[in-house]
């Protein structure tokens, strides 16, 4: 079992930045592969990043060069860095842990969920 806390979220302007932290507890964390996901309202849940326990790094092409992901093992936390934001960006930010070496971009993949962080763009 692995349990996710996030946080970072708030309220931002447009082109503004935000960093969004979650802890993991639970299983090893070096073991595992982290992914975030964002719902907007009335849209289903998006991928945005994951980082493998190897540290390989994937990104949604429409977020390459403004979010980045991270993590640090020791501190058992994974970090979504969010630069240049938009409008269009607003929505929960979800962390999520599979236990899959190299997870793909659905939900499915993802065994465990945080709560959700809420992130709001204004223009």
């Known amino acids: 079992q692995v349990q996710l806390v996030e946080s970072g979220g708030g309220l931002v302007q447009a082109g503004g930045s935000l960093s969004l932290s979650c802890a993991a507890s639970g299983r090893t964390f070096g073991s595992i592969s982290m992914g975030w996901f964002r719902q907007a309202p009335g849209k289903e849940r998006e991928f945005v990043a994951t980082i493998t326990w190897r540290g390989d790094t994937f990104i949604l092409d429409s977020m390459l060069g403004r979010f980045t992901i991270s993590r640090d093992n020791a501190k058992k936390t994974v970090y979504l860095q969010m630069n240049s934001l938009k409008p269009e960006d607003t929505a929960v930010y979800y962390c999520?842990?599979?236990?899959?070496?190299?997870?793909?971009?659905?939900?499915?993949?993802?065994?465990?969920w945080g709560q959700g962080t809420q992130v709001t763009v204004s223009s």
């Open positions: 999520a842990a599979s236990e899959f070496d190299t997870p793909g971009t659905t939900p499915t993949s993802f065994e465990y």
